[in-house]
């Protein structure tokens, strides 16, 4: 294995463009490079004594994501047996180990694949049987594929298990960028989460915003059906743009983007693909059911281009 930050990692590479994993960290994306400039975000100096904190990458969140509270406490979410069981933020996932294989990508390109399945570590909080996987691929040197599919694997007459995941994909900008670069967006409603964790009514969404408009950070920009064109952000200072498909033939409906960074001077900027909003166990909003034997991917296809 090749390393990287005196950690053991997997490296996939495609002509100029080269991708890092550390599958023992949560199946984690640690950066994507083309040409040596970073488009996924990964700092210089990381704390690995906690890779689920580290601001970088891609974190893998399932079975569920954001938020989720019980009479007020953070942290838990009731079946609808009422038993109450405790679930990190954003779930389990990117705290755990997950298997990993390279494996060519079908004669083009080459392709990682990361599984988790339930076990002691999960069942507690998620007591489902289920196989995850995430397959990153890289088409050439400025696209990669992405696939999550989510298995129940439990026997017949076994309960259906819900499930929303997401990326959290740290997209490289410096912050005096920010009012220069621009978030396009098909049609979509803002939605937020209160402080009791509940979500806001529904706005009208704006075609584009500028990543400097304090509006967007935890924002939830819920898709007014099929996304009519894809999710951009055009980086002038960098002469680059990132084109998010969210339509890919075979994938399940993404629900919303949401759009986040953690402060005025942080160096990366968030925009995060999610199937479905914080608290969807409760609420709803974009919760899926897998009967046993059932499978379901979410597949996305991030492009790198050079502004012209």
């Known amino acids: 294995m090749a390393q990287f930050q005196h950690q053991d990692i997997i490296e996939i590479a495609q002509g100029a463009s080269l991708l890092r994993f550390a599958p023992q960290a949560g199946g984690r994306l640690l950066s994507w490079q083309i040409d040596g400039q970073q488009v996924i975000h990964w700092p210089d100096a990381a704390d690995w004594s906690q890779p689920a904190r580290i601001r970088g990458g891609n974190p893998l969140l399932f079975p569920f994501l954001g938020r989720h509270r019980v009479d007020g406490q953070i942290?838990?979410?009731?079946?609808?047996?009422?038993?109450?069981?405790?679930?990190?933020?954003?779930?389990?996932?990117?705290?755990?180990?997950?298997?990993?294989?390279?494996?060519?990508?079908?004669?083009?390109?080459?392709?990682?694949?990361?599984?988790?399945?339930?076990?002691?570590?999960?069942?507690?909080?998620?007591?489902?049987?289920?196989?995850?996987?995430?397959?990153?691929?890289?088409?050439?040197?400025?696209?990669?594929?992405?696939?999550?599919?989510?298995?129940?694997?439990?026997?017949?007459?076994?309960?259906?298990?819900?499930?929303?995941?997401?990326?959290?994909?740290?997209?490289?900008?410096?912050?005096?960028?920010?009012?220069?670069?621009?978030?396009?967006?098909?049609?979509?409603?803002?939605?937020?989460?209160?402080?009791?964790?509940?979500?806001?009514?529904?706005?009208?969404?704006?075609?584009?915003?500028?990543?400097?408009?304090?509006?967007?950070?935890?924002?939830?920009?819920?898709?007014?059906?099929?996304?009519?064109?894809?999710?951009?952000?055009?980086?002038?200072?960098?002469?680059?743009?990132?084109?998010?498909?969210?339509?890919?033939?075979g994938s399940v409906p993404w629900y919303a983007v949401t759009t986040w960074t953690e402060a005025a001077e942080s160096d990366f900027y968030c925009v995060e693909p999610w199937l479905g909003l914080p608290d969807a166990i409760h609420n709803g909003l974009g919760l899926r059911w897998l009967e046993p034997g059932q499978t379901e991917t979410a597949a996305l296809r991030i492009s790198v281009d050079t502004l012209r």
């Open 75 to 249: 942290g838990r979410w009731r079946d609808a047996a009422g038993t109450v069981r405790d679930l990190p933020m954003h779930g389990f996932a990117r705290d755990l180990p997950f298997a990993a294989v390279v494996e060519p990508a079908n004669g083009s390109g080459t392709a990682l694949r990361m599984t988790l399945a339930d076990s002691d570590a999960t069942r507690a909080a998620y007591p489902f049987s289920f196989r995850f996987e995430a397959v990153y691929r890289l088409v050439d040197a400025h696209t990669l594929d992405v696939e999550l599919t989510t298995v129940n694997t439990g026997t017949p007459g076994t309960s259906a298990l819900p499930y929303y995941a997401g990326h959290h994909f740290y997209f490289s900008l410096p912050h005096t960028q920010r009012g220069k670069t621009v978030l396009e967006l098909p049609r979509t409603e803002g939605r937020y989460q209160k402080p009791d964790g509940s979500i806001s009514a529904a706005e009208p969404g704006q075609a584009s915003y500028t990543l400097d408009e304090a509006k967007i950070i935890d924002c939830f920009h819920v898709f007014d059906g099929a996304p009519d064109q894809p999710v951009r952000l055009v980086a002038p200072g960098l002469n680059r743009s990132v084109t998010i498909d969210l339509n890919r033939p």
